[in-house]
């Protein structure tokens, strides 16, 4: 494990100092997955917001501008919030619930996959498949749930907040939810509508259909 470095406008407080319950159950939760670095200390925004956790991996750099560890967050608040490297997260009642899905991320048992459009991001966690083959073979097999959600769900974002979570249980998605957010995305390639598939440490992964 390595240490997470603080950035200017991250304020870092000690686990042993404080007496917030969620705190503590986040903190005995990661200690117990093996994350004993990340469980000592949590971080406070210097403009205010939740206490989070950070847990840092090496990343999987291709040239020397670019960062050498990639992070995962878990926001503590009235539930638990499990951020992923490039998009995705979700939300649980629990402490160990949320540790216990980080860690698959970290150990490569998940992997986010996002389907970009002009305006949108469409989210969700799935096994991990570092074949781009198998990848791209996996966003096929999820495209007939997810367009639907999509459609269904479009016209009430907008209203209602930055993003939402559609949950699908039992229709083969390991943590049940799918994330629709909205953004401002440009396009590459030439390409408006992609793919990106990203394992937790690696490169992530773009997907262009013909």
């Not at 949590?42 to 403009?47: L, T």
């Not at 993003?163 to 083969?172: E, F």
């Amino acid at each position: 494990m390595i240490t997470y470095i603080p950035r200017e406008n991250e304020i870092e407080y000690k686990v042993s100092e404080g007496d917030n319950e969620n705190i503590k159950a986040v903190s005995r939760a990661l200690f117990e997955a093996g994350f004993k670095e990340s469980s000592k200390r949590y971080f406070v925004r210097a403009s205010g917001g939740d206490p989070y956790f950070v847990i840092a991996k090496p990343y999987a750099k291709e040239n020397e501008n670019e960062p050498d560890t990639m992070n995962m967050w878990i926001d503590v608040s009235y539930e638990f919030t499990v951020t992923a490297q490039y998009y995705y997260h979700t939300h649980f009642d629990n402490a160990k619930k949320a540790v216990d899905v980080v860690l698959d991320f970290y150990n490569e048992k998940l992997a986010e996959y996002v389907i970009i459009t002009p305006n949108f991001n469409i989210a969700y966690a799935d096994e991990a498949k570092p074949n781009w083959k198998d990848a791209m073979k996996l966003f096929a097999e999820k495209l007939p749930i997810v367009v639907p959600v999509f459609q269904q769900m479009l016209p009430s974002i907008p209203e209602n907040s930055h993003h939402c979570h559609s949950y699908r249980y039992n229709q083969g998605f390991p943590l049940n939810d799918i994330v629709i957010g909205k953004e401002n995305n440009q396009p590459i390639v030439g390409r408006e509508i992609y793919q990106v598939s990203v394992i937790f440490g690696k490169q992530a992964e773009y997907y262009f259909q013909n």
